[in-house]
């Protein structure tokens, strides 16, 4: 299903039409300005994953699983059925509930989603082609039945060839969204709060990129490519894969873990996103000094992690200040590890928020 598209950037009209881009580092849902999204590499979330679960010692696809349904409960509550939109979701037509998922599947960059089977409050039954994980796909998908129908479901899915098979049947002689978990959405809730600073961001200051004069969404954007024939976003310098989805999942299922283990995680996500960085980046050309540094304060301006104030460097350090960071040890890293490439060496890293808006960050070869 073709995403309509500005007549002058070619980027998705949704891009602009359902999200804000104030200019502040933030990317923000129109209905939930406490919403911010993020552009990042696909592979980040499996990298990550794994990393904790060896550190932990334990499987956090519970984890995941209680946050995936969680956060797709959260979203559709507030941008898909929003306002009074949920008050009469029995009377809604069906099919354009799910062509709007769709659309929002391929502009997220999840995969390729068809539906094959719908009985109304009893089974749906899809297919996804290049899901960049499935695990989040497919409780995604259990996690829409059940807010439609109101009921909980069973899952089940299968590969075949290149392809899922997604089927979600109503759970016989279940209540209203009895498997919700409580403590998982106020993970999230919690996450988003942290993120969007209670919707206290701080202003831009500056802008290191231009934008769209018709739909506004900075020019920094334009380096990606959607594709809707494989439901992908795709980079046009790198061909590496992208997707666009919630910040604040990756966070609360963070402080899930957290919770449940009493282990402060944020030093480790640190140091896991620093060396997945820097091997991301060992496959790509070398780029001069001034260029990497600059195209990294446009990129995490223009995909969401934060508005770069201040950006000094030179041989061996580098400095820079972000207003609005989209998660502290996450930022962190990917600049320790786009320094120790530039620089060929292991970074020594010091870092301290002035203000829980703020983050400065100091980097030199150790």
């Known amino acids: 299903m073709a995403l309509r598209r500005c007549e002058k950037c070619g980027l998705p009209l949704r ?13 923000l849902a129109r209905h939930d300005p406490y919403m911010r999204m993020v552009i990042f590499e696909d592979g980040y979330y499996p990298s990550i994953w794994s990393e904790l679960e060896n550190r932990l010692g334990l499987s956090i696809s519970d984890a995941m699983i209680r946050g995936q349904q969680a956060s797709t409960w959260e979203y559709m509550e507030n941008n898909i059925l929003y ?21 929002e599947t391929s502009l997220f960059g999840f995969g390729k989603v068809s539906v094959v089977k719908y009985e109304r409050g009893k089974l749906l039954v899809m297919k996804v082609k290049y899901p960049f994980d499935i695990i989040s796909v497919v ?23 290149d392809e899922y098979t997604i089927s979600v049947t109503q759970k016989a002689g279940s209540k209203p969204h009895e498997n919700i978990d409580r403590s998982a959405i106020k993970a999230m809730k919690d996450a988003r709060s ?20 018709l739909c506004g969404v900075p020019s920094g954007v334009e380096e990606l490519e959607w594709r809707e024939d494989e439901g992908g976003i795709y980079s046009r310098i790198t061909g590496r894969r992208f997707i666009y989805t919630s910040g604040h999942i ?27 960085q820097l091997r991301e980046l060992q496959k790509t050309r070398v780029v001069p000094q001034p260029d990497a540094y600059d195209r ?14 201040d950006l000094s460097y030179g041989e061996g350090h580098l400095e820079i200040t972000i207003a609005n960071p989209l998660y502290v040890p996450r930022v962190v890293g990917r600049i320790a590890g786009l320094f120790e490439y530039v620089e060929g060496r292991e970074a020594e890293i010091n870092f301290y928020s002035p203000e829980p808006r703020l983050v400065k960050v100091e980097v030199k070869t150790a």
């Not at 039945?145 to 590969?159: P, S």
């Not at 919707?199 to 004069?213: D, H």
């Not at 990294?296 to 104030?309: P, R, T």
Request: net charge positive; with cysteine; hydrophobic share 40%.
């Open 83 to 103: 306002g009074g939109r949920k008050y009469l979701l029995h009377r809604l037509p069906v099919n354009l509930l799910i062509k709007r998922i769709i659309n």
């Open 250 to 276: 990756f966070v609360g299922v963070v402080r899930d873990l957290e919770a449940r283990t009493g282990r402060e995680l944020g030093s480790f996500i640190l140091e896991a996103t620093k060396f997945w």
């Open 15 to 27: 891009l602009s039409k359902g999200y804000n881009w104030p200019g502040n580092g933030t990317i």
């Open 139 to 161: 409780w995604g998908v259990k996690g829409i039945f059940e807010l439609v129908e109101g009921v909980a479901a069973d899952l089940a899915w299968h590969e075949e060839g």
């Open 194 to 213: 942290e993120l969007s600073f209670d919707g206290q961001y701080l202003a831009p200051q500056g802008e290191r990129c231009s934008r769209c004069s």
């Open 296 to 309: 990294m304060a446009k990129q995490l301006l223009a995909f969401g992690f934060g508005n770069v104030w």
